[in-house]
Structure formats: structure tokens, C-alpha cells
């Protein structure tokens, strides 16, 4: 019988974290900003050089935006000197001419012991793992290339809680940034915790959590993403719930996070009406809420505001409830935890679609995910395996593709 899952000490074991305190107060901009052009080994900023080219003809009125380079996910933009970012899952596309590539990564190092790690794709190829640090700012990523057009694809694998990164420029060598269009296309958000972050998903239990076991490319919600051919967002934290974390607070939960650009900063406003709007919003919370036992009704109250909150932010998304894969009635054997978030669960998408205090809500639906096994081998701190995320993955490919016909 596996131990009970303790996601909350073990961020607890590691030191605090360190809240960025903005002194300019203003909302960040859109989630794929197509208006910010980094020059070459730069840190500078010039804004709203944007290119566009017609689709079809002169005639024709619809155009393609394009941009030297993309950031896919939430950002704040209040620094001049360039886009911050925390949230896992954060994405840079760049295309270039030239024999290699140079990033230049502004790590604030909020997370002693750790470090945010990038995976790191040139040309397709499979991605290769790279950490950054406080203390350096250049990372070359791709040298000797053939000359020639190429494309480099950032992901931020690590969540908040290792700290902001703030992108100062892309220089390639002997060469320039290629514009390309600006992605479109199918969205899919992720609202989660570290199952959702893939927190320890590279380990094999029994194993320390760390930035080295961390994978959000590797969790259920990169995994499905990619097989419905749609762009993700990740909004995740590790230990965090709808009403109360892993250890009983009710401070700082996931409903007050999801306005945030920057995860720990409450003064990183994000603009939820003039960001691209999701197709599919996945929320996946309760494992925490029922980490210590029942929270009660309390739960279903504060579930269905969010859910509430989430349709009047995005009225048109399909919004998928999931169940937890860690939580049990084994242990402890007397709680029936998993039993009674599911019951829970089910309530509150119900109640949504009966309209219970509103408009009855169509666009709704619960994704009973199967209960981890052994078989499947536990990551650290008995959180999903990579056979346990590919199975959620393939859960939610097939529930989305019946929900909403992709």
C-alpha cells in the first residue's frame, strides 16, 4: 500500500518563496503578443512592429499577422526590458536565419536549491533539458546549424514556484529572426496543481521532488494538447485547491491565482478580456481540498463560484471537471476520500447544468479519471508516473473529442 501523497510538506521542506513586488501597477497584455520585437543581443524593447501579409489577394480583407517571435502563455509586460513569465508550460517560437541560436533568460532565483529548467527544441528535433540560473543571463542553444532557416521552440518545464524568468532577446548567429505567423487555432487551458504541473513525474517513488523530476511537457495536459493539435495554456501550482491547500490554508487558492499573470504576484493583473479565449478549460482541484480529509459543503460553495467565474470569463469554452487520479479510499481506509470527491464533483456539475441559481449551463462535463496503480510506478512523492499522465492524457483527447467534435 502506497504512503499518502504529502505535496504540500514537501514544497513546505524547501525555503519560502519569494513574492515579486511590482511598482508600477497596470495590466498585462495578450496571451500571444504578436507586437514585441526583441533585437538582436538587445535587451531592449520597441514595441508595435508588426507585419502583416494578405492571406490570399489584395481583395481579399483577412490577413495573417506575424511577429519575429511568440510567447505562448500568461505574461506580464509592465518591465520595458521585456516579458516576464512564471507559470509553467510558457512557450518562446522564434524562426531564424544563421548557424545557431543564443537566448538571453533573466532568472530571478526565487527557489534556492532549484532552478526553472527549459526544454529546448531546434527544428523539430527532441528537446533537450537546460537550466537557468540567476547569475547568467546568455545561453547558447544551437551552434554550427547549416546555414539556412530554422525554428527554436522554449518551454518552461518547471511551475511558479522556482521563479519568474524574464526574456531580454533571441540572437542568432550570422543571421536575423525570420517573421512567422502568429498561432491560432484550437486553445485548451489547464487549471491545475502539481498533477497538472507534472511534479515528479521524471522520478521513480521513492525519490526527492526536485527542478531535475519536474516536467509540465510530460503531464497529461501538454500530452492531450498535442494530440488534439491545440495550444496550451498551463495555469498551475503545486499544493493549492479550490477552497484550502495541502495544509489547511484557504489563503492565495487557486480562484484568486487565476487572475494573475505572474502566479505569486497579486499586482500582476492579467487581462482575461482582451487575452485570446480558450476553447476548453480543463480544471482538475480537490485533490488538495481532500488531502486532510472532507472539507464539507464549504467545498462545493467555492468550486461553483469559480466554475461560475470561469464561464462569465470565457463564456463560450467547453469546461471539463476531472477527478483526482492520488486520491483513495485506501488509506486512510476509513475517509473514502476519493468516494467523496468524486460524489462532490459530480454535485457541483450538476448543479451547473441545471442551472442552479443561473442559466443552466450545456457546455459542462466530469472526466472520471481512473485511480493511479502501482503498476504504473509513482513519481516522487507518489504523484503521477509517465504512464499514469499518458493515460489522463488519453482520457481527456477522447472525452474533448466527444464534447466538442475535434
Same mark, same amino acid.
Given at each position: 500500500m502506497p504512503k499518502p501523497f504529502r505535496p504540500y510538506a514537501a514544497l513546505a521542506a524547501l525555503v519560502p518563496l519569494v513574492v515579486i513586488a511590482a511598482?508600477?501597477?497596470?495590466?498585462?497584455?495578450?496571451?500571444?503578443?504578436p507586437t514585441d520585437v526583441?533585437?538582436?543581443? /538587445?535587451?531592449?524593447?520597441?514595441?508595435?512592429?508588426?507585419?502583416?501579409?494578405?492571406?490570399? /489577394?489584395? +481583395?481579399?480583407?483577412?490577413?495573417?499577422?506575424?511577429?519575429?517571435?511568440?510567447?505562448?502563455?500568461?505574461?506580464?509586460?509592465?518591465?520595458?526590458t521585456g516579458p516576464r513569465f512564471s507559470w509553467s508550460g510558457t512557450t518562446i517560437k522564434a524562426k531564424f536565419k544563421g548557424t545557431g541560436v543564443t537566448v538571453q533568460l533573466r532568472d530571478n532565483? %526565487?527557489?534556492?536549491?532549484?532552478?526553472?529548467?527549459?526544454?529546448?527544441?531546434?527544428?523539430?528535433?527532441?528537446?533537450?533539458? =537546460?537550466?537557468?540560473?540567476?547569475?547568467?543571463?546568455?545561453?547558447?542553444?544551437?551552434?554550427?546549424?547549416?546555414?539556412?532557416?530554422?525554428?527554436?521552440?522554449? &518551454?518552461?518545464?518547471?511551475?511558479?514556484?522556482?521563479?519568474?524568468?524574464?526574456?531580454?532577446?533571441?540572437?542568432?548567429?550570422?543571421?536575423?529572426?525570420?517573421p512567422s505567423p502568429v498561432p491560432t487555432?484550437?486553445?485548451?487551458?489547464?487549471?491545475? /496543481? %502539481?498533477?497538472?504541473?507534472?511534479?515528479?513525474?521524471?522520478?521513480?517513488?521513492?525519490? *526527492?521532488? +526536485?527542478?531535475?523530476?519536474? +516536467?509540465?511537457?510530460?503531464?497529461?495536459?501538454?500530452?492531450?494538447?498535442?494530440?488534439?493539435?491545440?495550444?496550451?495554456?498551463?495555469?498551475?501550482? +503545486?499544493? =493549492?485547491? &479550490?477552497?484550502?491547500?495541502?495544509?489547511?490554508?484557504? *489563503?492565495?487558492?487557486?480562484?484568486?491565482?487565476?487572475?494573475?499573470?505572474?502566479?505569486?504576484? %497579486?499586482?500582476?493583473?492579467?487581462?482575461h478580456a482582451s487575452a485570446p479565449?480558450?476553447?476548453?478549460?480543463?480544471? *482538475?482541484?480537490?485533490? *488538495? /481540498?481532500?488531502?486532510?480529509?472532507?472539507?464539507?459543503?464549504?467545498?462545493?460553495t467555492a468550486y461553483l463560484a469559480f466554475l461560475s467565474d470561469l464561464r462569465a470569463k470565457h463564456p463560450n469554452a467547453y469546461i471539463v471537471v476531472a477527478t483526482s487520479p492520488m486520491l483513495t479510499d485506501t488509506f486512510p481506509a476509513d475517509e473514502a476520500r476519493r468516494t467523496k470527491s468524486i460524489a462532490a464533483l459530480k454535485a457541483i456539475v450538476a448543479a451547473r447544468q441545471a442551472g442552479d441559481g443561473g442559466a443552466p449551463d450545456a457546455k459542462i462535463g466530469l472526466l472520471e479519471l481512473d485511480e493511479q496503480v502501482a503498476s504504473d510506478q509513482y513519481g516522487c512523492d507518489y504523484h503521477p508516473s509517465t504512464q499514469t499522465q499518458q493515460k489522463m492524457a488519453t482520457k481527456l483527447v477522447a472525452f474533448v473529442k466527444q464534447a466538442v467534435g475535434w
Open positions: 511598482s508600477v501597477a497596470c495590466s498585462s497584455k495578450d496571451e500571444i503578443e526583441l533585437p538582436a543581443g /538587445d535587451g531592449g524593447t520597441q514595441g508595435a512592429d508588426v507585419s502583416t501579409t494578405p492571406k490570399d /489577394d489584395a +481583395s481579399d480583407a483577412e490577413v495573417v499577422q506575424t511577429a519575429p517571435f511568440h510567447v505562448i502563455g500568461r505574461v506580464d509586460r509592465r518591465d520595458a532565483g %526565487s527557489m534556492a536549491g532549484g532552478s526553472n529548467m527549459f526544454d529546448v527544441s531546434i527544428d523539430g528535433a527532441a528537446p533537450k533539458a =537546460i537550466p537557468v540560473f540567476p547569475q547568467q543571463e546568455s545561453y547558447e542553444l544551437a551552434k554550427d546549424l547549416p546555414l539556412g532557416e530554422h525554428e527554436v521552440v522554449l &518551454v518552461k518545464r518547471t511551475e511558479p514556484i522556482f521563479g519568474v524568468v524574464q526574456l531580454l532577446g533571441i540572437t542568432p548567429t550570422g543571421g536575423e529572426l525570420v487555432g484550437r486553445r485548451i487551458e489547464m487549471i491545475g /496543481d %502539481s498533477i497538472t504541473c507534472g511534479y515528479g513525474v521524471l522520478g521513480i517513488e521513492p525519490c *526527492n521532488f +526536485s527542478h531535475e523530476t519536474e +516536467s509540465e511537457p510530460s503531464a497529461w495536459g501538454a500530452l492531450a494538447a498535442k494530440e488534439l493539435g491545440a495550444t496550451r495554456t498551463i495555469i498551475g501550482y +503545486s499544493g =493549492i485547491g &479550490v477552497l484550502r491547500d495541502g495544509g489547511g490554508d484557504k *489563503n492565495d487558492q487557486m480562484p484568486a491565482r487565476y487572475d494573475r499573470a505572474l502566479a505569486d504576484d %497579486s499586482s500582476s493583473a492579467w487581462d479565449h480558450p476553447d476548453v478549460v480543463v480544471v *482538475n482541484l480537490g485533490t *488538495n /481540498d481532500f488531502a486532510t480529509g472532507d472539507p464539507g459543503v464549504a467545498f462545493q
